[in-house]
């Protein structure tokens, strides 16, 4: 009975991880570490081009005849195909064999990447952009599940510490890199440097990356390809992410268009969700969330993506449009972010084979919550560059502590062969988490500027001594400075509009931070729902 799947029993240690029989003990032919950097720099790639076209825009809508409400698409069309893929690339890695279907989503990205670079329309570029998302799709949760098999449990933390600083960091890169190659190159070679990178990480995947014996043993064993379950798939991901793409601009359910596309995530996704759960070969296996540890680490996965997007927009955000910051310099205040996770990584990685994922998940929810609030108490419109950079860092240091105890609690009491469905399902939450955070913020900001502004209006009228003063000397001001007597009167007025606006504005952006301190406090009282790990223990393959 040795090596046959077995459960710990959680009454006795606590514990719930598990551990592969001595008969499953393998390890790949080449150095663990090797292996992560080469898996790490085709994930790192996929997901800076969530980001990197960002601020290319304005510069892509103008070369190719296009509004700037046309060429959200670009960004739009990626994410949509990219969140299809996430949650079906454990079938397609169980089905081909997770090392070539992984070499084929490189593939497929690098080339779109060179199609997306010679898009001579904005039609074309959008097409290619699906295909990029398709491709990429596949790459952060095989690169995951390459990561939890090829390293030893009590390396694994260490392992997902890696990859983390691809998926968190590459966000904040994005933006920054991105408007330095469109300012001195041409937004073409935001795409065009992806195909040497993918060239490489093809050529070392072939040659470094191999399957292990679970992942070849169940190869081809799901050939039958699920296409309602595919259909129901793209029909809600796709309304939902366009949905709250579109929100915002087309006044959520004002719209009419809108209101179809909330109707259709609903039924797309309850759908798909019903049919997995009866269909003998689901695409998507969704009965993994029977087990609630997992759907706990599911939703704070999703929480994790909300907040680090949403804090990832607001602060640039607010310098650029509050204060006059090029998006240059306002990348620069995110840098420091960047480094201060790529040095807590590691150490978060070390940690998690000393201590139980879950007290690491609370202290993450603490600080990130405790920082989102000091970001209420200083965020103003005289804050320095330095000030700015350093409340930065109180914003994201929270999330270092959050995203590798997060995933290894994912795996606890998960069979050894479900870690391409593991890890497609944890980053497809966190994607779709990203994407609602960004919605939520910008929709926020928008709505509590107008009921701010009402309020400060209400100060500002003409039978007030202070305002009448204040219009008094701008135009006095402005007179001297050589503007008309009547053009100057009129300019003081909209000096002041201006300075309600952008008040009320300041005070939007405070009471989103207080929403996301509050978010982050929830969820430090659940974190402790999760349940015990061993620390630096392996796995025992269920049934």
């Excluded at 079938?91 to 898009?119: D, E, N, Q």
């Excluded at 405070?510 to 509050?518: K, N």
Aim: charged residues 10%.
């Amino acid at each position: 009975m040795a090596d046959s799947p077995q459960t710990l029993d959680d009454a006795g240690s606590g514990a719930t991880e598990l551990t592969p029989p001595t008969s499953q003990v393998w390890r790949p032919k080449f150095n663990p570490w090797l292996i992560a950097v080469v898996v790490a720099l085709a994930a790192f790639m996929e997901v800076l081009d969530t980001s990197i076209a960002n601020v290319a825009l304005p510069y892509i809508a103008g070369n190719l005849g296009a509004s700037n409400d046309q060429s959200t698409w670009v960004l739009t069309s990626y994410l949509v195909s990219n969140a299809v893929v996430l949650p079906i690339s454990g079938w397609f890695a169980s089905v081909m064999g997770r090392k070539w279907f992984f070499m084929t989503c490189l593939v497929v990205f690098t080339v779109s990447s060179l199609l997306c670079g010679i898009a001579p329309s904005l039609g074309a570029i959008i097409v290619f952009r699906i295909l990029q998302g398709l491709g990429g799709g596949g790459l952060q949760p095989v690169a995951q599940a390459i990561l939890a098999d090829t390293f030893p449990p009590e390396q694994r933390g260490l392992a997902f510490a890696l990859y983390g600083v691809t998926v968190i960091v590459a966000p904040t890169v994005g933006p920054t890199l991105g408007g330095w190659i469109t300012d001195n190159y041409t937004w073409r070679w935001i795409f065009f440097i992806n195909v040497p990178v993918g060239i490489m990480a093809l050529f070392l995947v072939f040659r470094l990356i191999e399957d292990p014996p679970w992942a070849k043993r169940i190869k081809g064993a799901l050939a039958r390809f699920d296409y309602v379950g595919v259909s129901l798939l793209v029909l809600g991901v796709g309304a939902l992410q366009i949905m709250l793409d579109k929100g915002q601009e087309d006044d959520w359910f004002g719209s009419r268009f809108i209101t179809t596309l909330a109707i259709l995530t609903v039924v797309g996704l309850v759908s798909v969700v019903i049919w997995e759960w009866f269909y003998k070969n689901p695409i998507i296996d969704v009965r993994l969330f029977r087990n609630l540890n997992f759907l706990g680490a599911n939703g704070m996965m999703f929480v994790l993506g909300l907040m680090l997007f949403s804090s990832l927009v607001m602060m640039p955000l607010f310098l650029q449009s509050l204060m006059g910051y090029t998006a240059e310099s306002a990348g620069l205040v995110l840098s420091g972010g960047g480094l201060l996770l790529l040095f807590l990584m590691p150490i978060v990685g070390f940690l998690s084979s000393k201590v139980q994922s879950r007290y690491l998940v609370a202290f993450g929810w603490l600080t990130l919550s405790l920082g989102m609030y000091y970001s209420t108490q200083q965020l103003d419109l005289q804050i320095s560059f330095r000030s700015a950079s350093l409340l930065r860092l109180t914003q994201v240091f929270g999330l270092g502590f959050l995203f590798v105890p997060i995933n290894l609690s994912s795996y606890v009491g998960m069979p050894i062969e479900k870690s391409s469905s593991v890890a497609g399902l944890v980053n497809f939450m966190r994607n779709i988490g990203s994407s609602v955070g960004t919605s939520m913020v910008t929709t926020l900001i928008a709505r509590r500027a107008q009921v701010h502004q009402v309020y400060l209006v209400a100060h500002v009228t003409a039978g007030r001594p202070t305002f009448s003063g204040t219009v008094a000397g701008l135009t006095a001001r402005l007179i001297a400075s050589g503007v008309d007597a009547g053009h100057a009167a009129k300019q003081a007025y909209g000096l002041v509009y201006q300075t309600v606006f952008v008040q009320a504005s300041t005070l939007a952006y405070i009471d989103t931070y207080r929403v996301l301190a509050i978010g982050a406090a929830i969820m430090f009282v659940v974190s402790f729902a999760l349940k015990k790990n061993q620390p630096g223990a392996g796995r025992v393959v269920l049934d």
